[in-house]
């Protein structure tokens, strides 16, 4: 569902991309009321990080578990569940009719879901049409994207992962229905490290998107406070004209 009246502030997903849970903690505890949304990936689940999501939820916290799932119908029923339980507010899944198909009705099932966003990831970014071809797939990235995220929107889901690349496209298709969610954000004159394709938080917003996620450029800086703060000072300059 697309956030219309939602804070600039609000749409900032900080990536908690740590390898232990006490750096995490210390940068929440850092940003204080400067944020209010986090991710937590593979990097930081796999390391006991999944233990951090009652925590910032009672500290007023959303969270994302970008979990990226993939596996048989009833696996991911429960799937959805556990994570519904655990009191996440995004999750995401591949982009596969069935698997949305079947966290869509694991959702409906779950009592206390109603809030939980299902996010389908389209083409992951580090593909090229190359290696789409290499892994048996005729369309190329962006053709793949574009079907992906028509499917998304059949099967219910509640919003997409997308690249800087793909994003106005994709609002084209899901409409205003959906919500697109979209890493590769580099403030002005920041460090892009490894993203290849990079827009600002102003650019990221014009485009379409209703949530921007960015790890390094806060969680990689020695003042991460002034570093959301001139975030959110760019993002309210892109809403307000
Ligand atoms: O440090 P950076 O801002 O590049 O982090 C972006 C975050 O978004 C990381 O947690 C990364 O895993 C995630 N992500 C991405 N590209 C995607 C999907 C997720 O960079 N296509």
Do not use: W
């Amino acid at each position: 569902m697309r956030t219309a009246n939602l804070a600039p502030r609000d749409r900032v997903i900080v990536a908690l991309d740590f390898p232990t849970i006490g750096k995490a903690s210390a940068l929440v505890e850092t940003l204080g009321d400067s944020a209010s949304f986090y991710k937590i990936g593979h990097q930081l689940a796999f390391a006991g990080g999944l233990a951090l999501v009652p925590e910032l939820k009672a500290a007023g916290k959303r969270v994302f578990l970008d979990l990226k799932l993939l596996d048989i119908d009833n696996t991911i029923r429960g799937g959805v569940s556990s994570v519904a339980a655990l009191g996440a507010d995004m999750l995401t899944l591949h982009a596969y009719p069935k698997a949305m198909a079947a966290a869509v009705a694991a959702k409906k099932a779950s009592p206390g879901a109603t809030d939980l966003t299902l996010l389908g990831v389209t083409v992951l970014t580090s593909m090229d049409d190359e290696d789409l071809r290499d892994a048996g797939y005729s369309l190329t990235a962006s053709e793949l994207a574009a079907r992906r995220g028509a499917q998304a929107l059949a099967c219910g889901m509640d919003g997409l992962v997308c690249s800087t690349l793909e994003v106005a496209a994709l609002r084209k298709i899901v409409g205003d229905s959906m919500a697109l969610v979209v890493p590769g954000i580099r403030p002005r004159g920041s460090d892009h490290g490894d993203q290849k394709r990079v827009m600002t938080p102003a650019e990221g917003l014009q485009a379409g998107s209703d949530y921007l996620v960015i790890g390094r450029p806060i969680n990689a800086v020695d003042e991460p406070v002034a570093a959301m703060e001139a975030i959110v000072e760019e993002m309210e300059g892109a809403i307000n004209g």
